[in-house]
């Protein structure tokens, strides 16, 4: 293969490549929670709040609701997602460290969640995200988009309507 | 346009909790009482200190409009009648208006600095009504009617 061969196949791979680069992406909020990962998609997480922000205790709401905080003049709730995803909790979550607070906005809800720790916000290519296999567990499916890879550890992304629905679902049933 | 709404505002169980003042006809003490008269114990409505003695916690009370003087609510310490400067009143969020375990909770404010559960006292009057069955007048608060205050 002549030098010109070579440069031209070199600058054809490159071409490829970029033709990679641009295929559909999408963006994603990682984050953690107890010691699994998780994610929304970028487009309904309108704004990621410091996790010492303070949280107002609002007396007789469910336990997953950590009560209200204001922000810029607006109330917003603050609920945790650890008994949906029935996580076990193994910190104090509201004065973790690490901890943040992510502004959820869907067309019929809104809330703050507190996730433990943001790992990232990425745009992640669409063919990276599998199906959930059928063995997920039964309370995880109705939530439950799909399953990447993201540095290496496995993520699972949530809808944050289905989210939003079954956090409702489950104070009703507790009731 | 409403700038301020005037509210009657109390203590209890470490939070702060306000009504409408046009749904309160009178407070006072909890030891002035005749002995037909009835306290529901305000955390017995919120669910907080069910297990309290109703009449213990009560040192003062609430008499709510539309409650035909059936009944008092008992609070733990004075009540106070602000203006509330209607920018700081706000509804609940969506979430919480959909899981809220207290229906008479209606709306948040913010209120030198602390936040304020604001509550339909039509609905406390409501919910009030199963629990009058359970509470008899204590005859250790009769002392005389009561003189409301404001």
């Known amino acids: 293969m002549s ?173 | 346009m409403i700038k301020q709404l005037p509210l009657v505002m109390f203590h209890q169980d470490k939070h702060w909790f306000a009504l409408e003042a046009a749904y309160v006809v009178g407070q006072g003490k909890a030891g002035l009482l005749d002995a037909e008269t009835r306290v529901l114990d305000f955390s017995q409505l919120l669910n907080l200190a069910a297990q309290a003695s109703l009449s213990s916690l009560s040192h003062h009370w609430l008499r709510l409009a539309g409650s035909q003087g059936r009944w ?19 509804a609940l969020p969506p979430l919480l208006q959909a899981s809220r375990e207290f229906k008479a909770l209606q709306a948040v404010a913010w209120y030198q600095q602390q936040l304020v559960s604001l509550l339909d006292a039509r609905v406390l009057l409501n919910l009030a009504s199963p629990l009058l069955t359970l509470v008899a007048p204590d005859a250790n608060q009769v002392e005389s009617l009561p003189s409301p205050a404001n």
């Open chain 1, 3 to 175: 030098q010109l061969d070579q440069l031209l196949t070199a600058q054809k791979t490159n071409q490829q490549s970029i033709i990679d680069v641009d295929e559909p992406v999408v963006k994603l909020v990682i984050f953690r929670l107890a010691d699994q990962y998780f994610a929304f998609y970028g487009a309904v997480i309108k704004e990621v709040i410091p996790g010492d922000t303070k949280v107002y205790f609002l007396p007789a709401m469910p336990a997953s609701v950590e009560g209200v905080m204001n922000i810029r003049g607006d109330i917003e709730s603050v609920i945790s997602l650890y008994e949906l995803l029935q996580l076990s909790a193994v910190v104090n979550r509201a004065t973790a460290t690490a901890s943040s607070i992510l502004l959820g906005k869907t067309n019929a809800m809104h809330s703050g969640l507190r996730v433990d720790q943001l790992l990232d916000v990425v745009d992640v290519p669409t063919s990276q995200l599998q199906p959930p296999p059928p063995s997920l567990p039964e309370y995880l499916q109705p939530f439950v988009t799909s399953l990447l890879v993201f540095n290496g550890l496995p993520v699972t992304l949530l809808d944050l309507d289905a989210v939003f629905l079954n956090w409702l679902k489950g104070q009703s049933k507790a009731e």
């Open chain 2, 72 to 90: 008092l609510l008992g609070i733990s310490a004075a009540a106070e009648l602000i203006e509330m400067p209607v920018e700081q009143i706000h």
